[in-house]
Each structure stands twice: as structure tokens, then as C-alpha cells.
């Protein structure tokens, strides 16, 4: 499998995963925004810094543009200049996955670019204009078709190897991201008192990462700012948590590496390791006696050096000089 590809196929789920996210992030934001009177400066401009969008954003629109619902939706829905946009994910995905279109299933191929096209002709545009909940709606349930599609009729080979290594990295940042939305209410030593406000900020949390019927299910304590961290951030048997989302991508790496003598991917298999060791070595406690807002800035920079190792061995690396051996031997022989 050459760099290119393997590099398209990593970065696919990865942009199809992000317009997920930013679709569940929006949804929940809009109708929690309606039900809860909330300080300006927790409205709409968390979502921008949550997403890495607040200094482009800014620049812009200014700080009164941050603060506007319609202005904040459109940019993270639809702004082609946006790179964590619906709009440029679905487009940089299924660019991406024209290009390497005979390493995927027909039924993958089709959901993907069945969605650009909605996106594209209109009627994406015209639902989001009509009924913004049911847009967003919409879109995750395609985001979902796509994933289904993608695991039920692609060979368990290489290409979707990389495809999941990316989908786990980038689940697990994001979920670190959403919940660091919400790190002021648990401060630096624990929950402290948590009123109305605070518990339908933390039911927002669990729904942006599609975890609320999830943690009720999990859970038999009440509803509070440190289990919410805890589940999110620890519970390995649920698919969004940081944990889980390393602990596979963990295993997807492995797949893809050569071979423990083969210097391919040693760089990038010892960060991830150690990340992942990290973390499930965590107990909420610790967490909150650190401050869970260093910890998950750490998950998020831990994330974003997995990402670049992958690259440096993977993607742009020269061959190792036991590949480049076997290469030349080959070479000889024709």
C-alpha cells in the first residue's frame, strides 16, 4: 500500500467523524442556548474554541459575531474557508475518497458521496434553513450509514486499518475537547456545588459525545460533573471515551506495522503507548487534584503528536534500511 493512499484513507474518517461531531456539537448547543440563560462569554464562543476556530473566527467577525448564534452556525456549518466546517470535512472526505476509490466498497463509496451530493445540490442548504435540528439530525444519521457502510463491506485489510486508526485518534481528541467546554464547573480539586445550570451544561456535554443514554445505562450514581469526566474520559466499553478510542487505535497501529523488528512505525507506536498507558492508568481523583483542564490538554497535544508520528513514519518517511534492502534486492532481480 503506498503513502498516498494509506495518508487518504486515514484522514477520510477522520473528516467524516469531525462534520459528525460538529453536527452533534451544534444540535445540542442551539436548543440548550434556548433553555438556559447563560453569560455571553458561554453561549456560542466555546463551540469556536473548542473546535480551534476562535482566532479565525474573531479575526473575521469580531467579538459580537462570537456571541451570534445564526453567524457561529453558519461558519461552522457551511464556511468553505472553515477547515473544521460540515461543509469543507464532507468535501475534503469524499475528495479524498474519489481518489482512492478501489480501496473502498461500492456501499461506502455510495453513502459518502450520496451525502456530499445532498450536501451540494441544495437541499442540505434548504433543511438547514427550514429546520436547523432536523439538519443536523439528518446529517449524523448519514454520518452513521457511512460508518456502517465502511465496516460492514470493506475487507479488514490495510486500507481500513488506517481508515479506523484515524476515526479513533480523532474520537478521542474530540471528546477530550468537548469535555474541556465544561472544566470551570469542576475546577481543580472537585465538583463543588453544582446547581441547575451546571447539570443541564453536563447533559449537553454527554450528548454532544452521543453518550447520554450510554452513561445512564453505565451509571448508578447521580448525575455530577466528576462522573460525567470519569465516563468520558475512562470507560473503555463505551466507543467516544478517550480511553476506548485509544485503546483501538492502539490496536489498529499494531496492524498496520510491519513488524516489531522493523523500524516502520516504532516512533509512532511508542507515543501512542505511552498516551494510552497514561490514560488508563488515570483515576478521576487524580485528575481532579491535577486539573482536569491540564490533563485534557495534554490528551489533546498527546493526540496531536500520535498524529504527527503516524505521518513522519508512515506518510513522508524515507525507507527504513531494512525495507530499503529488501526493495534494492528486488530491484536486482528484475
Known amino acids: 500500500m503506498i503513502s498516498r493512499v494509506a495518508e487518504i484513507c486515514h484522514w477520510l474518517l477522520r473528516y467524516v467523524e469531525r462534520a459528525d461531531c460538529t453536527a452533534r456539537l451544534l444540535r445540542v448547543h442551539s436548543g440548550m442556548v434556548l433553555d438556559v440563560a447563560l453569560p455571553p462569554s458561554r453561549t456560542w464562543r466555546p463551540l469556536l474554541i473548542v473546535l480551534g476556530e476562535e482566532g479565525r473566527f474573531l479575526e473575521r467577525f469580531g467579538v459580537k ?15 468553505p474557508d472553515s477547515p473544521v466546517s460540515i461543509f469543507t470535512s464532507l468535501r475534503m472526505a469524499r475528495e479524498g475518497a474519489r481518489t482512492v476509490r478501489e480501496t473502498m466498497s461500492l456501499e461506502t463509496w ?59 485518534l480523532e474520537r478521542a481528541g474530540l471528546t477530550a475537547r468537548i469535555l474541556d467546554l465544561q472544566h470551570h ?18 447533559i ?62 516504532a516512533r509512532s507506536e511508542e507515543r501512542l503507548r505511552e498516551l494510552h498507558d497514561e490514560v488508563s492508568r488515570m483515576r478521576i481523583e487524580e485528575v481532579l487534584d491535577r486539573g482536569i483542564h491540564e490533563v485534557l490538554t495534554g490528551i489533546v497535544n498527546g493526540t496531536a503528536e500520535v498524529s504527527q508520528a503516524i505521518a513522519a513514519d508512515y506518510f513522508s518517511a524515507s525507507l527504513p534500511g531494512d525495507l530499503q534492502s529488501a526493495e534494492n534486492a528486488q530491484a536486482a532481480q528484475t
Not at 452513521?144 to 486500507?159: D, I, K, V
Request: proline share 4%; charged share 25%; hydrophobic share 40%.
Open 65 to 79: 459575531g462570537a456571541q451570534d448564534g445564526e453567524a457561529v452556525q453558519e461558519y461552522l456549518a457551511w464556511d
Open 110 to 168: 455510495q453513502a459518502l458521496n450520496a451525502t456530499w451530493i445532498w450536501l451540494k445540490d441544495g437541499r442540505g442548504r434548504r433543511l438547514f434553513n427550514r429546520e436547523r435540528t432536523a439538519f443536523y439530525e439528518e446529517l449524523t444519521h448519514r454520518c452513521h450509514h457511512f460508518h456502517g457502510a465502511c465496516h460492514n463491506t470493506m475487507l479488514h485489510e490495510e486500507p481500513f486499518d488506517f481508515m479506523r486508526l484515524g476515526l479513533n
Open 185 to 202: 464547573a469542576l475546577g481543580n480539586g472537585g465538583a463543588g456545588a453544582e446547581g441547575t445550570v451546571e447539570a443541564v451544561e453536563w
Open 204 to 265: 449537553a456535554i454527554l450528548r454532544a459525545c452521543a453518550a447520554y443514554e450510554p452513561f445512564f445505562k453505565k451509571r448508578v450514581a447521580p448525575l455530577s460533573g466528576p462522573a460525567v469526566a470519569e465516563f468520558l474520559l475512562l470507560e473503555l466499553a463505551f466507543p467516544g471515551s478517550v480511553h476506548h478510542g485509544l485503546n483501538r487505535a492502539r490496536n489498529f497501529l499494531a496492524r498496520i506495522r510491519p513488524g516489531r523488528n522493523s523500524e516502520v512505525g
